[in-house]
């Protein structure tokens, strides 16, 4: 990559291990329906204009039905489960959680659309697995005699969040081929806002956020769902998919570092092993190792 791919690579990293914090930081205020809706209504107040800038707008007529489906699974529901999880766990443990979600977007890939599963892909899939139970079963007390209900909960969440995700990538490929990268993002934020608004209007705090809940929520729709779609597929369009994706592995790194920083939590030596299992799993998955030679 060039230096120019780097930065932008550690940017979106730097900017989507901060939407952890920032749901960390708002979602008591707001709740986990209210806060996912001021993220994708501002995202798409972003983008909706940018699109018909580009003069893509007649794209959402056409594919309205797919994108109402990727929004509702790729940000509306998956939003909802990483904010009621944040409410229990670190913003870095959420974050080394959704570090899977390659692992599930790879088997729903093999699932559903046949795409090949080579040994290494099913030793990552094994590997990364391995990992996110691990780090579940210490996280939660499992392997004690008491059980914590909430983590477990919302580790569950979690894993929710990345099913759907993988199911999300699988539909769109198979959906909206072809389709503008611009369109798909604006047009997934719009129907995601559309489908959280009703639920929003009778989830809404009945005590108004604060000033440091609104900076955070705002700051999650403008740059991790706004900007950071920009981002992305301008680096998939600059240095293709798979290299793309290896932000995964930076964006846990990042989180984890905001949570100690700026909200004094705690980087625990099984957050570390198990975040490197799901590292390990994830780049094997991706195809990033082993490297052939040239």
């Known amino acids: 990559m ?23 930081i708002a979602v ?34 056409r594919h309205w039905r797919p994108l109402l489906v990727v929004g509702t699974t790729n940000s509306a529901l998956p939003f909802i489960c990483f904010g009621y ?33 080579t040994r290494w892909r ?51 490929k198979r959906q909206l081929t072809g389709v503008p990268a611009m369109a798909l993002a604006a047009g997934s934020q719009g129907a995601a806002a559309l489908v959280l608004a009703p639920l929003a209007w009778k989830q809404w705090p009945t005590v108004p956020p604060g000033a440091g809940p609104w900076a955070a929520a705002i700051a999650a729709a403008l740059l991790s769902s706004g900007l950071a779609y920009v981002l992305y597929f301008r680096l998939i369009a600059r240095i293709g998919p798979t290299n793309a994706a290896s932000v995964t592995f930076l964006v846990p790194v990042f989180a984890v570092v905001w949570g100690g920083w700026l909200l004094d939590e705690a980087i625990t030596p099984a957050m570390v092993l198990g975040g490197l299992v ?14 052939r030679r040239a």
């Not at 409410?87 to 959704?98: E, R």
């Open 2 to 24: 060039k230096a120019r791919d780097t930065l932008d690579l550690i940017l979106l990293a730097a900017i989507w291990g901060a939407s952890f914090l920032f749901m960390r």
């Open 28 to 61: 008591p205020a707001f709740g986990p329906v209210a806060l996912a809706f001021v993220r994708v209504a501002g995202a798409a107040l972003m983008l909706l204009p940018l699109l018909a800038w580009r003069g893509e707008f007649g794209a959402l007529r």
């Open 85 to 117: 999880a944040t409410l229990s766990i670190t913003a870095g443990l959420a974050a080394i959680f959704n570090a899977a979600t390659p692992l599930t977007s790879a088997t729903f890939a093999w699932a559903w659309l046949k795409e090949a599963m």
């Open 122 to 172: 099913l030793l990552g899939l094994a590997l990364g697995f391995a990992g996110v139970l691990g780090l579940a079963w210490h996280k939660a007390g499992l392997r004690g005699s008491g059980v914590d209900l909430a983590v477990l909960l919302a580790i569950v969440a979690c894993l929710a969040g990345t099913l759907l995700y993988g199911f999300s990538a699988s539909f769109t």
């Open 278 to 291: 799901i590292i390990a799993g994830t780049s094997l998955v991706l195809g990033l190792l082993p490297r």
